[in-house]
């Protein structure tokens, strides 16, 4: 009588009967006494084989054989550092976080402020300047831990492990940004550890990973946490204090002053006028804005985006009104009549 053979139960009868070794000799008594092939039973053992006649039955050895497969390109290969910016201008907390950079210390850094105030483009440039790698992940409510460790993915028909962005800085010493930190769930926790600077053990592989030296972390938030009670930034969550308490420092970042604003803008706009008035149009409505009279506020990524409008259209007035249809109409209205009042040399064009 034949028996049938499934993956699951031959190996475990193999392993009762010899243990978490077999050889050759062990399968064909195996085969012998249970009537099935020799071919049959070494093809489902293919996963497990260590040498020739040899085959190692233990799960940790199977999952190191995967866990060594290649995912694709060799990180060795990939070159993470950041493309220095010639726009680029330093202000406000940049030295500070230039220093922590280069340090090389594992000194977790916690960066708060509004919206397009250069948060995230701080921690960029200031990688691309001291030439060292940085993987950004983008945190949002759905970010867990398969996303940030690593698991396992099917490829051409076989399972193979595959490094998260967390591990992969683990490993090569890089910088971590974890970008619109404020964003996750409780799901964010599973880097407790890796922010103590202990590095990480991962449970489906049995392998810990220790932190290579330069590794840190840095995490960017419109919030300090605590999530947000103006209603601003929707989506927004209230962390775990204990994860909060794991970074040593926090950064307030603030929009830089109308000198430097003026300067960024000046580096991609050749119209130095233009820029100032909208510098200092952007300055009142911010000014406006802190004392409570509205509820929108003119970023600096704003301006950015209405000098390059300019560039595309060669329109002052279109720039302005294009990159201002984003707000409600009353406050784009608004901010369009306090524009009128700096610079009167603009026109717009009122809509049918």
């Known amino acids: 009588m034949t028996t049938r053979v499934n993956s699951e139960s031959l190996i475990n009868s193999l392993r009762d009967l010899y243990g978490e070794t077999v050889t050759c000799a062990d399968i064909r008594g195996y085969?012998?006494?249970?009537?099935?092939?020799?071919?049959?039973?070494?093809?489902?053992?293919?996963?497990?084989?260590?040498?020739?006649?040899?085959?190692?039955?233990?799960?940790q050895e199977k999952l190191e054989q995967t866990y060594q497969a290649p995912p694709g390109l060799p990180a060795?290969?990939?070159?993470?550092?950041?493309?220095?910016?010639?726009?680029?201008?330093?202000?406000?907390?940049?030295?500070?976080?230039?220093?922590?950079?280069?340090?090389?210390?594992f000194y977790p850094t916690f960066?708060?402020?509004?919206?397009?105030?250069?948060?995230?483009?701080?921690v960029e440039q200031a990688c691309a300047q001291s030439r060292r790698e940085l993987i950004r992940v983008n945190i949002t409510i759905e970010t867990d831990e398969d996303d940030l460790i690593g698991g396992f993915r099917?490829?051409?028909?076989?399972?193979?492990?595959?490094?998260?962005?967390?591990?992969?800085?683990?490993?090569?010493?890089?910088?971590?940004?974890?970008?619109?930190?404020?964003?996750?769930?409780?799901?964010?926790?599973?880097?407790?550890?890796?922010?103590?600077?202990?590095?990480?053990?991962?449970?489906?592989?049995?392998?810990?990973?220790?932190?290579?030296?330069?590794?840190?972390?840095?995490?960017?938030?419109?919030?300090?946490?605590?999530?947000?009670?103006?209603?601003?930034?929707?989506?927004t969550n209230v962390l775990n204090e204990a994860f909060l308490e794991r970074f040593p420092v926090t950064f307030e970042q603030e929009y830089p002053t109308p000198a430097v604003e003026q300067k960024i803008l000046a580096s991609i706009?050749?119209?130095?006028?233009?820029?100032?008035?909208?510098?200092?149009?952007?300055?009142?409505?911010?000014?406006?804005?802190?004392?409570?009279?509205?509820?929108?506020?003119?970023?600096t990524r704003r301006l950015v985006h209405i000098v390059k409008a300019f560039g595309i259209f060669g329109d002052k007035a279109k720039a302005i009104q294009v990159c201002l249809n984003r707000f409600d109409d009353e406050t784009k209205q608004a901010f369009m009549?306090?524009?009128?009042?700096?610079?009167?040399d603009v026109d717009f064009v009122e809509e049918a």
């Open 269 to 299: 706009c050749g119209e130095v006028e233009f820029c100032k008035r909208l510098v200092d149009w952007a300055d009142i409505i911010r000014k406006t804005f802190y004392d409570g009279g509205v509820e929108e506020v003119i970023s």
């Open 337 to 344: 009549d306090l524009y009128d009042k700096v610079d009167s």
């Open 111 to 122: 960066i708060t402020g509004l919206s397009g105030n250069g948060k995230t483009f701080s």
């Open 31 to 59: 085969c012998a006494s249970n009537g099935v092939s020799y071919p049959t039973v070494t093809k489902y053992l293919d996963d497990y084989k260590t040498s020739r006649g040899k085959w190692n039955l233990s799960l």
């Open 154 to 235: 099917l490829v051409d028909g076989a399972t193979v492990w595959h490094n998260g962005p967390v591990i992969e800085a683990l490993e090569r010493g890089a910088i971590l940004l974890l970008d619109e930190v404020d964003l996750a769930s409780n799901k964010i926790l599973c880097l407790q550890s890796i922010l103590e600077g202990k590095g990480v053990f991962l449970k489906k592989t049995g392998k810990y990973i220790t932190p290579a030296e330069g590794f840190n972390v840095f995490a960017t938030a419109n919030t300090k946490g605590k999530g947000s009670e103006d209603g601003r930034f929707i989506g």
């Open 76 to 105: 060795a290969e990939q070159n993470l550092i950041p493309v220095k910016d010639d726009t680029f201008v330093s202000f406000g907390n940049f030295a500070d976080i230039k220093k922590i950079i280069k340090s090389n210390l």
